[in-house]
C-alpha cells in the first residue's frame, strides 16, 4: 500500500517538476509530526517548483500544511515534526540531505525567509542596524561598520524614513509595518536568489498590508528575485502571484498560472475558496461557504481528501486517491474529474 | 413604531494614561501621556438595524465599543438606550442592561472558559440574570440555542478545545442570546475564523437578527464583511468617526478620502485586473499626540494645498511631509552628517546634508518604488531657505509655514451633512469653505 502510494506520488512529481532551470525544486516532500494519535502527514507528498524571478503563491486554509511546507524547504522544521520523504533541490544542492555548514551557507544568503509577525522574528535586545546587518556579517565577513553603514542604505531602499537615525532603534520603537520593512531589508541584505515570505502582511493593517506588497513586488521585478509567497488571502494571490500552489490537507489540489486557475478552476476546492471571497465589484452574488470541516490529517478520509465536503463527489472519489494531473498546458488539477461540472 | 434611536453615543470620550504610576507623577520632570483612544464619538443605532464601524488596528473602534457597554468606563461623554444613561447606571441597572446588550469577541479560543461545557457556558448566563423558571428549563433553553446556532444537542456536553474555530464562533454566540438581549456587539467576530467558514457565521448572525430583531454593532476591520452585513458604516480614524453612510453608499461613492483608500484596498479576486488602489504612505500616528487639524491630513493624498499651489499634489505632499519630520525631530542633521562623512571621507558642507534631506524626503530618489518628483526652482529656494534655519537655530518649520500651510493642518474640520444619513468630516467637502472660496473667486474675477 505505502509502496503504490508513494509511486503516485513520485509519478505527479515527475509530472509536475520539470524544468530543469527551475529556481527552486521540491519534489515529493513529506513532512510528519508524531503525536498521541500517531504520525500527522502535515505535508504528504508535495511538489512545485519556483522559476527565476517569478512569484508563486502557496494559498491555503490554516492547518493546510502551507507554513509545514515553506519551513520544510528552509530545513526549520521544528520536532515533533520531521521531514520523512522527498527532495528540496536549489541550485543543485538538495537541502534535506545538506549539511549544517552547507545550509548555514545557503540561508540568509541565497534564500531569505520573511515571516508573519515581524516584532516577535525580531530580536528585541539588538537595534535594528545590527540585525539588518548580521547576514552581512555572517555571510560576507564585513565588518561592524560597514555592515551597519549597508543596512542603512537598505532600510532606505525598503522605504524607512530617516534611516539614519532609525538604524540605532530598538524593536519595540517601531510599528508593525516598519518592523516588516526592517525584516524586508534583513532579507535582502545578502541579494538572495529566493525570497520565502510566510504570510508577510497578515498582521498588517489595509493601508500598510498593500504598501508591503507593493514593495515585495517591485523588488521582485527590480531584481529578478524568485519569491515563494504563503497567504490564506486569494486577494493577495490575485494581486502579486504569478502562478499559485492551492493545498488542502496537505496536499497541492490545483496549481498552475494564476490567472488560468482564477478563470477557470477545476478543483471542486479551489471554486469553493473562489466562492468564499467577496468581489467587490459584484454585489449581486454573495460569497458564500464550504460545508463541513477539514479533516482530521491523523486519520484522513480514504481516497479524496475533499470528498467529504465535496458537492461533486460520487462513490469512486470516495475510493480513489487522486494526484495532480495537467488538465491545460501548466494547470494542473487533483481531482478525478477533468472538470467537475 | 418611533425615530428615537436605540443607542444614542453623544460626545464619546476615552482616554488611558500612561507613565501615572507613583515615581511619575512625584517628578514632575515626567509627563503622564493621555491616549486619546476614543475622541469625541456620535453615534445613533436604530432599532434593528446593522451599523458597521471600520478602521485600522489602533483607530479606536475595540474600545469605543467595550466602553458602549461599559466593559471599560468612559472618560466622558454619555451613551443612552431607549431612554436611560447607560454611564450613570448603578452596578445593578448595569447588571440588568448587560440582559439586554452582549458581546460577541473575536478570540473565540480565548473567550470561552476552556473547564466549562458548552451546557455550562450557554446556561451560566441565564442563572445570573434569572432567565428560566428552573434548571430544566434552562437545559432546554440551552439545547434550544446549541441547534439554532448550527451545532448538535449531543455537543451540549463537550469542552471548547474539542470544537474547531467556527463551532466555537457558534458557541460564543448561543452564549451572547443565552440572555435574549436586544443589542449585540460583535467585536471582529469572523476575523480568527478561515474565509472557508466565515460567510457561515455571517448568514447566522443575518438570520438571528432577522428572527428576533436584533440590534447590532459591528466591528471589524474588513470592509468586504461589513459589506455582507451592515445597513449603514461609521468609518473611524485615530479616534473619531470620518465617514458615516448608508453601506451601499459608501461603497459606492465614498466621500472622505481615507474611506476613498479602505474602499480601493478591498482586494479584488481577479488577477487580470491591474488594480489602482491607492497607497497610503506611513504608518497610523499615535493617539498619544495626534496630528492637529485633521487627524488623516499627514497620510491624506487629497490634503489641499495653499490657493496659490501651482505644482502638482505629489510634491505639495512631500513638501508636507518634510515638514512634519522636522516638526517630530525626525530629521536627525548630525546623524546625515556623520554618514555622509563616513561615505566620502572627507568634511561635508551644509549644502551637502540639504541635499541630502532634499533627496530623502521630497525627491526620494534612492527607495525602491517610489515615483521622483522635480523641485521646481522657486520651490527649492523656499525648502534650501527652511533647511538652513535649522543650521542657525531657528525655526524651519515656521519659516515653511509661511508659505506652505494647509487648512487640513491648521483646522479641524467639522461634521458636515452630504445628504440624507450621510455625513462627512473633511474640508472637501465642507460646503461652508466652497462657498468661501466661490466668494474670493467671485471678488478676484470681479477685480480684473
Given at each position: 500500500?505505502?509502496?503504490?502510494?508513494?509511486?503516485?506520488?513520485?509519478?505527479?512529481?515527475?509530472?509536475?517538476?520539470?524544468?530543469?532551470?527551475?529556481?527552486?525544486?521540491?519534489?515529493?516532500?513529506?513532512?510528519?509530526?508524531?503525536?498521541?494519535?500517531?504520525?500527522v502527514?502535515?505535508?504528504?507528498?508535495?511538489?512545485?517548483?519556483?522559476?527565476?524571478?517569478?512569484?508563486?503563491?502557496?494559498?491555503?486554509?490554516?492547518?493546510?500544511?502551507?507554513?509545514?511546507?515553506?519551513l520544510?524547504?528552509?530545513?526549520?522544521?521544528?520536532?515533533?515534526g520531521?521531514?520523512?520523504?522527498?527532495?528540496?533541490?536549489?541550485?543543485?544542492?538538495?537541502?534535506?540531505?545538506a549539511?549544517?555548514?552547507?545550509?548555514?551557507?545557503?540561508?540568509?544568503?541565497?534564500?531569505?525567509?520573511?515571516?508573519?509577525?515581524?516584532?516577535?522574528?525580531l530580536?528585541?535586545?539588538?537595534?535594528?542596524?545590527?540585525?539588518?546587518?548580521?547576514?552581512?556579517?555572517?555571510?560576507?565577513?564585513?565588518?561592524?561598520?560597514?555592515?551597519?553603514?549597508?543596512?542603512?542604505?537598505?532600510?532606505?531602499?525598503?522605504?524607512?524614513?530617516?534611516?539614519?537615525?532609525?538604524?540605532?532603534?530598538?524593536?519595540h520603537?517601531?510599528?508593525?509595518?516598519?518592523?516588516?520593512?526592517?525584516?524586508i531589508?534583513?532579507?535582502?541584505?545578502?541579494?538572495?536568489?529566493?525570497?520565502?515570505?510566510?504570510?508577510?502582511?497578515?498582521?498588517?493593517?489595509?493601508?500598510?498590508?498593500?504598501?508591503?506588497?507593493?514593495?515585495?513586488?517591485?523588488?521582485?521585478?527590480?531584481?529578478?528575485m524568485?519569491?515563494?509567497?504563503?497567504?490564506?488571502?486569494?486577494?493577495?494571490?490575485?494581486?502579486?502571484?504569478?502562478r499559485?500552489?492551492?493545498?488542502?490537507?496537505?496536499?497541492?489540489?490545483?496549481?498552475?498560472?494564476?490567472?488560468?486557475?482564477?478563470?477557470?478552476?477545476?478543483?471542486?476546492?479551489?471554486?469553493?475558496?473562489l466562492?468564499?471571497?467577496?468581489?467587490?465589484?459584484?454585489?449581486?452574488?454573495?460569497?458564500?461557504?464550504?460545508?463541513?470541516?477539514v479533516?482530521?490529517?491523523?486519520?484522513?478520509?480514504?481516497?479524496?481528501?475533499?470528498?467529504?465536503?465535496?458537492?461533486?463527489?460520487?462513490?469512486?472519489?470516495?475510493?480513489?486517491?487522486?494526484?495532480?494531473?495537467?488538465?491545460?498546458?501548466?494547470?494542473?488539477?487533483?481531482?478525478?474529474?477533468?472538470?467537475?461540472? | 413604531?418611533?425615530?428615537?434611536?436605540?443607542?444614542?453615543?453623544?460626545?464619546?470620550?476615552?482616554?488611558?494614561?500612561?507613565?501615572?504610576?507613583?515615581?511619575?507623577?512625584?517628578?514632575?520632570?515626567?509627563?503622564?501621556?493621555?491616549?486619546?483612544?476614543?475622541?469625541?464619538?456620535?453615534?445613533?443605532?436604530?432599532?434593528?438595524?446593522?451599523?458597521?464601524?471600520?478602521?485600522?488596528?489602533?483607530?479606536?473602534?475595540?474600545?469605543?465599543?467595550?466602553?458602549?457597554?461599559r466593559?471599560?468606563?468612559?472618560?466622558?461623554?454619555?451613551?443612552?438606550?431607549?431612554?436611560?444613561?447607560?454611564t450613570?447606571?448603578?452596578?445593578?441597572?448595569?447588571r440588568?442592561?448587560?440582559?439586554?446588550?452582549?458581546?460577541?469577541?473575536?478570540?473565540?479560543?480565548?473567550?470561552l472558559?476552556?473547564?466549562?461545557?458548552?451546557?455550562?457556558?450557554?446556561?451560566?448566563?441565564m442563572?445570573?440574570?434569572?432567565?428560566?423558571?428552573?434548571s430544566?428549563?434552562?437545559?432546554?433553553?440551552?439545547?434550544?440555542l446549541?441547534e439554532?446556532?448550527?451545532?448538535?444537542?449531543?455537543?451540549?456536553?463537550?469542552?471548547?478545545?474539542?470544537?474547531?474555530?467556527?463551532?466555537?464562533?457558534?458557541?460564543?454566540?448561543?452564549?451572547?442570546?443565552?440572555?435574549?438581549?436586544?443589542v449585540?456587539?460583535?467585536?471582529?467576530?469572523?476575523?480568527?475564523?478561515?474565509?472557508?467558514?466565515?460567510?457561515?457565521?455571517?448568514?447566522?448572525?443575518?438570520?438571528?437578527?432577522?428572527?428576533?430583531?436584533?440590534?447590532?454593532?459591528?466591528?471589524?476591520?474588513?470592509?468586504?464583511?461589513?459589506?455582507?452585513?451592515?445597513?449603514?458604516?461609521?468609518?473611524m480614524?485615530?479616534?473619531e468617526?470620518?465617514?458615516?453612510?448608508?453601506?451601499?453608499?459608501?461603497?459606492?461613492?465614498p466621500?472622505?478620502?481615507?474611506?476613498?483608500?479602505?474602499?480601493?484596498?478591498?482586494?479584488?479576486?481577479?488577477?487580470?485586473?491591474?488594480?489602482?488602489?491607492?497607497?497610503?504612505?506611513?504608518?497610523?500616528?499615535?493617539?498619544?499626540?495626534?496630528?492637529?487639524?485633521?487627524?488623516?491630513?499627514?497620510?491624506?493624498?487629497?490634503?489641499?494645498?495653499?490657493?496659490?499651489?501651482?505644482?502638482?499634489?505629489?510634491?505639495?505632499?512631500?513638501i508636507?511631509?518634510?515638514?512634519?519630520?522636522?516638526?517630530?525631530?525626525?530629521?536627525?542633521?548630525?546623524?546625515i552628517?556623520?554618514?555622509?562623512?563616513?561615505?566620502?571621507?572627507?568634511?561635508?558642507?551644509?549644502?551637502?546634508?540639504?541635499?541630502?534631506?532634499?533627496?530623502?524626503?521630497?525627491?526620494?530618489?534612492?527607495?525602491?518604488?517610489?515615483?521622483?518628483?522635480?523641485?521646481?526652482?522657486?520651490?527649492?529656494?523656499?525648502?534650501?531657505?527652511a533647511?538652513?534655519?535649522?543650521?542657525?537655530?531657528?525655526?524651519?518649520?515656521?519659516?515653511?509655514?509661511?508659505?506652505?500651510?494647509?487648512?487640513?493642518?491648521?483646522?479641524?474640520?467639522?461634521?458636515?451633512?452630504?445628504?440624507?444619513?450621510?455625513?462627512?468630516?473633511?474640508?472637501?467637502?465642507?460646503?461652508?469653505?466652497?462657498?468661501?472660496?466661490?466668494?474670493?473667486?467671485?471678488?478676484?474675477?470681479?477685480?480684473?
Amino acid at each position: 500500500m505505502e509502496s503504490t502510494e508513494n509511486n503516485e506520488s513520485e509519478a505527479e512529481a515527475d509530472r509536475v517538476t520539470h524544468d530543469d532551470d527551475a529556481l527552486l525544486s521540491v519534489r515529493n516532500l513529506e513532512a510528519r509530526f508524531d503525536t498521541e494519535d500517531g504520525a500527522v502527514r502535515a505535508v504528504d507528498g508535495v511538489s512545485l517548483e519556483v522559476r527565476e524571478g517569478e512569484i508563486l503563491g502557496i494559498v491555503g486554509e490554516s492547518g493546510c500544511g502551507k507554513s509545514a511546507t515553506s519551513l520544510s524547504i528552509m530545513q526549520l522544521l521544528e520536532s515533533p515534526g520531521y521531514i520523512h520523504d522527498g527532495e528540496v533541490r536549489f541550485n543543485g544542492t538538495d537541502l534535506v540531505t545538506a549539511s549544517k555548514e552547507e545550509l548555514r551557507n545557503i540561508r540568509g544568503n541565497n534564500i531569505s525567509m520573511i515571516f508573519q509577525e515581524p516584532m516577535s522574528a525580531l530580536n528585541p535586545v539588538f537595534d535594528i542596524g545590527w540585525q539588518v546587518g548580521e547576514p552581512l556579517r555572517v555571510h560576507e565577513d564585513m565588518s561592524e561598520a560597514a555592515s551597519r553603514e549597508r543596512a542603512m542604505e537598505l532600510m532606505k531602499q525598503v522605504g524607512i524614513p530617516s534611516a539614519e537615525d532609525r538604524v540605532d532603534s530598538y524593536p519595540h520603537q517601531f510599528s508593525g509595518g516598519m518592523a516588516q520593512r526592517a525584516m524586508i531589508a534583513m532579507a535582502l541584505a545578502c541579494e538572495p536568489d529566493l525570497l520565502i515570505a510566510d504570510e508577510p502582511t497578515t498582521s498588517l493593517d489595509v493601508t500598510i498590508e498593500s504598501q508591503t506588497l507593493d514593495l515585495i513586488e517591485k523588488l521582485n521585478e527590480q531584481r529578478d528575485m524568485g519569491v515563494l509567497l504563503i497567504t490564506h488571502n486569494l486577494g493577495v494571490v490575485a494581486q502579486v502571484c504569478d502562478r499559485v500552489a492551492v493545498m488542502y490537507a496537505g496536499r497541492i489540489v490545483e496549481y498552475g498560472d494564476v490567472e488560468d486557475i482564477f478563470r477557470d478552476p477545476r478543483h471542486p476546492y479551489t471554486k469553493g475558496l473562489l466562492d468564499c471571497v467577496p468581489d467587490p465589484r459584484r454585489t449581486d452574488v454573495s460569497p458564500t461557504s464550504i460545508e463541513g470541516e477539514v479533516p482530521d490529517l491523523a486519520d484522513p478520509p480514504d481516497g479524496c481528501n475533499f470528498a467529504p465536503r465535496c458537492q461533486y463527489a460520487t462513490e469512486e472519489c470516495q475510493a480513489t486517491d487522486p494526484r495532480l494531473q495537467e488538465v491545460e498546458t501548466d494547470h494542473y488539477s487533483a481531482c478525478l474529474w477533468e472538470d467537475p461540472e | 413604531m418611533t425615530d428615537e434611536p436605540i443607542l444614542k453615543v453623544d460626545d464619546l470620550q476615552k482616554h488611558f494614561y500612561e507613565n501615572q504610576g507613583l515615581l511619575t507623577r512625584l517628578r514632575p520632570d515626567q509627563e503622564v501621556k493621555t491616549v486619546r483612544a476614543v475622541d469625541g464619538v456620535d453615534l445613533t443605532i436604530q432599532e434593528g438595524e446593522t451599523l458597521g464601524l471600520v478602521g485600522e488596528s489602533g483607530c479606536g473602534k475595540s474600545t469605543l465599543a467595550r466602553s458602549v457597554l461599559r466593559l471599560t468606563e468612559p472618560t466622558d461623554g454619555s451613551i443612552r438606550y431607549r431612554e436611560t444613561d447607560v454611564t450613570e447606571f448603578s452596578d445593578r441597572e448595569l447588571r440588568s442592561f448587560r440582559s439586554e446588550a452582549q458581546m460577541v469577541f473575536q478570540d473565540p479560543f480565548s473567550s470561552l472558559n476552556p473547564r466549562y461545557t458548552v451546557r455550562e457556558t450557554v446556561v451560566e448566563p441565564m442563572k445570573v440574570h434569572g432567565i428560566g423558571e428552573s434548571s430544566e428549563d434552562r437545559d432546554q433553553r440551552a439545547r434550544e440555542l446549541i441547534e439554532r446556532v448550527g451545532l448538535d444537542s449531543e455537543h451540549l456536553d463537550r469542552y471548547p478545545h474539542e470544537f474547531s474555530g467556527g463551532q466555537r464562533q457558534r458557541i460564543s454566540i448561543a452564549r451572547a442570546l443565552a440572555v435574549e438581549p436586544q443589542v449585540i456587539v460583535a467585536d471582529e467576530p469572523v476575523s480568527a475564523l478561515d474565509v472557508s467558514v466565515q460567510m457561515q457565521i455571517l448568514n447566522l448572525l443575518n438570520e438571528l437578527q432577522e428572527e428576533m430583531g436584533l440590534t447590532m454593532l459591528f466591528i471589524s476591520h474588513n470592509l468586504s464583511i461589513v459589506r455582507q452585513i451592515c445597513d449603514r458604516v461609521a468609518v473611524m480614524y485615530l479616534g473619531e468617526i470620518v465617514e458615516r453612510a448608508e453601506t451601499a453608499t459608501l461603497f459606492e461613492d465614498p466621500k472622505h478620502p481615507y474611506s476613498e483608500v479602505l474602499v480601493s484596498s478591498i482586494p479584488i479576486p481577479d488577477p487580470t485586473v491591474e488594480r489602482d488602489n491607492i497607497t497610503l504612505e506611513g504608518d497610523v500616528p499615535t493617539p498619544i499626540d495626534p496630528p492637529s487639524g485633521c487627524r488623516f491630513h499627514p497620510r491624506c493624498p487629497k490634503v489641499i494645498p495653499p490657493d496659490d499651489w501651482a505644482h502638482d499634489q505629489e510634491l505639495w505632499r512631500r513638501i508636507l511631509r518634510l515638514k512634519a519630520s522636522l516638526e517630530s525631530g525626525e530629521v536627525n542633521l548630525d546623524a546625515i552628517r556623520s554618514k555622509l562623512e563616513s561615505q566620502t571621507e572627507s568634511p561635508v558642507s551644509e549644502e551637502d546634508v540639504k541635499e541630502d534631506v532634499l533627496e530623502e524626503y521630497v525627491i526620494r530618489a534612492n527607495v525602491e518604488g517610489a515615483d521622483r518628483v522635480q523641485i521646481p526652482p522657486e520651490v527649492a529656494d523656499d525648502l534650501a531657505r527652511a533647511l538652513s534655519a535649522v543650521f542657525s537655530d531657528d525655526d524651519p518649520v515656521e519659516i515653511l509655514d509661511r508659505s506652505y500651510s494647509s487648512i487640513c493642518e491648521s483646522t479641524v474640520p467639522s461634521e458636515s451633512d452630504v445628504s440624507d444619513h450621510r455625513s462627512v468630516n473633511c474640508h472637501l467637502h465642507d460646503e461652508e469653505l466652497k462657498r468661501d472660496q466661490q466668494l474670493s473667486t467671485v471678488v478676484t474675477a470681479d477685480e480684473h
